[in-house]
């Protein structure tokens, strides 16, 4: 008996030209297009896997993005919302671009390792540039930022284990949430999985979880 985990990050919610911040949990902003969403129902229908049912965080970006995904594949379904998939509180940098959020979590990380005076702002970014890193790789999360990670984990072990025999699931979320989905693998923690891919997947990117003789595996991340 085979079980399938489809994850689906949303479409993007920045138009060209438009400068993206960290946009989470507190911001329910819409889609600004359709394609990356569609283009993601054509990649599954091309490779045969037809969800059975269809999941979504209940903000605008992932449930829009579940129903075109339906639209396209012409699915007889509705979306489901969960709460447990929403994304996560980025605290006081919601809202702030990527060269804000790197500039305090540099200073923030030089103040609490005491690091001697006279740094540069280069020096300062660089070292935001490197927490951020860590979150891409081993989902530490950075200071400042409020992340539940035993819940968000239990709560993709708990989906999991809700997927029947023979059935395919959906799930549309969002970056932060997606990157602590390897936990449901046969492995002690996401950090394995972060020395072969980036926990960072880009929009509208697909991953597939399959069960093998009961254990699952990463089949595809962020394809």
Excluded at 1 to 30: C, S, W, Y
Excluded at 89 to 94: F, H, L, M, N, T
Excluded at 104 to 123: M, Q, T
Excluded at 190 to 213: C, E, H, M, P, Q
Aim: with cysteine; glycine share 6%.
């Amino acid at each position: 008996m085979e079980k399938t985990l489809i994850i689906v990050r949303h479409g993007n919610t920045f138009a060209p030209g438009q400068t993206p911040t960290r946009v989470g949990a507190k911001t329910d902003i819409p889609l600004v297009e359709e394609i990356k969403s569609r283009n993601a129902a054509k990649y599954l229908l091309n490779k045969n896997i037809i969800p059975d049912r269809v999941f979504a965080a209940p903000l605008k970006r992932t449930v829009q993005t579940a129903n075109l995904i339906i639209n396209e594949m012409k699915l007889n379904t509705a979306v489901i919302p969960d709460s447990n998939f929403t994304e996560i509180d980025y605290g006081e940098d919601e809202n702030k671009t990527e060269e804000q959020v790197r500039y305090r979590l540099g200073l923030k990380y030089i103040n609490d390792n005491n690091l001697p005076g006279n740094i540069s702002d280069s020096e300062i970014m660089e070292y935001g540039r490197a927490v951020i890193g860590l979150w891409n790789t081993e989902a530490i999360v950075p200071a400042g930022w409020n992340v539940d990670v035993e819940s968000i984990i239990s709560s993709w072990k708990n989906f999991a284990n809700s997927i029947t025999d023979n059935e395919t699931a959906l799930i549309c979320t969002s970056n932060g949430i997606i990157r602590f989905a390897p936990h449901i693998l046969d492995m002690p923690d996401a950090r394995d999985f972060g020395n072969k891919y980036s926990l960072k997947v880009a929009t509208g990117s697909v991953s597939i979880f399959k069960t093998v003789k009961n254990v699952w595996k990463c089949m595809e991340w962020g394809s």
